[in-house]
T-cell receptor, first 114, second 117 residues
Framework: DGGITQSPKYLFRKEGQNVTLSCEQNLNHDAMYWYRQDPGQGLRLIYYSQIVNDFQKGDIAEGYSVSREKKESFPLTVTSAQKNPTAFYLC?????????????FGPGTRLTVT | AQSVAQPEDQVNVAEGNPLTVKCTYSVSGNPYLFWYVQYPNRGLQFLLKYITGDNLVKGSYGFEAEFNKSQTSFHLKKPSALVSDSALYFCAVRVGILTGGGNKLTFGTGTQLKVEL
């Protein structure tokens, strides 16, 4: 899982509450990403950021928000507007915006909303 | 539509035997292909990638993958499987460029590899 940390590992929330997932990297990577993983499905891109103070929506951004105030940090907030928030959330980073660069992943946060 | 497919949900192999995990892709332009492995309740670990060059790509932990343009495939292989190789394997392909640069990846649904004694 390299130099990417995600906390907490497990998170439980009641429906209707917002919750923020932490992602920190010490790899000096410019680009950071948030994915959602559901059983039997591939990863789906929620948000990404190529530089500080800039981020873009991915394929499933509805009900989520992010910020990128520091290069090292890219927190994800799962809002009450997200209809089906229970999932495994993965943060990733890559060296830069070059197409040959692979993404490196954190250990994930498993969110359960009841 | 640009996509990647992993046709097998699960692959079983005996320890010491060769293993193959299949991946096929459909993209316009040059393919950029990646393999990742995921252990239970963990993040994905990068194994190898094909960007250009030799069709046989070598990666981490003794894994390699063969790029076949005519068959649009990028199968993951290992000559001798270990029990510790048991995990979920994902193939990914670049399907576009994100705003600001960087790869927009599409991931396959994953193949569970089970290596038994």
């Amino acid at each position: 899982d390299g130099g990417i940390t995600q906390s907490p590992k497990y998170l439980f929330r009641k429906e209707g509450q917002n919750v923020t997932l932490s992602c920190e990297q010490n790899l000096n990577h410019d680009a950071m990403y948030w994915y959602r993983q559901d059983p039997g499905q591939g990863l789906r891109l929620i948000y990404y950021s190529q530089i500080v103070n800039d981020f873009q929506k991915g394929d499933i951004a509805e009900g989520y928000s992010v910020s990128r105030e520091k290069k090292e940090s890219f927190p994800l907030t799962v809002t009450s507007a997200q209809k089906n928030p229970t999932a495994f959330y993965l943060c990733a980073s890559s060296i830069s915006s070059g197409v040959s660069y692979e993404q490196y992943f954190g250990p994930g946060t498993r969110l359960t909303v009841t | 539509a640009q996509s990647v497919a992993q046709p097998e949900d699960q692959v079983n192999v005996a320890e010491g035997n060769p293993l193959t995990v299949k991946c096929t892709y459909s993209v316009s332009g040059n393919p950029y292909l990646f393999w990742y492995v995921q252990y239970p309740n963990r993040g994905l670990q990068f194994l190898l990638k094909y960007i250009t060059g030799d069709n046989l790509v070598k990666g981490s932990y003794g894994f390699e993958a063969e790029f076949n343009k005519s068959q649009t495939s990028f199968h993951l292989k290992k000559p001798s499987a270990l029990v510790s190789d048991s995990a979920l394997y994902f193939c990914a392909v670049r399907v576009g460029i994100l705003t600001g640069g960087g790869n927009k990846l599409t991931f396959g649904t994953g193949t569970q590899l089970k290596v038994e004694l």
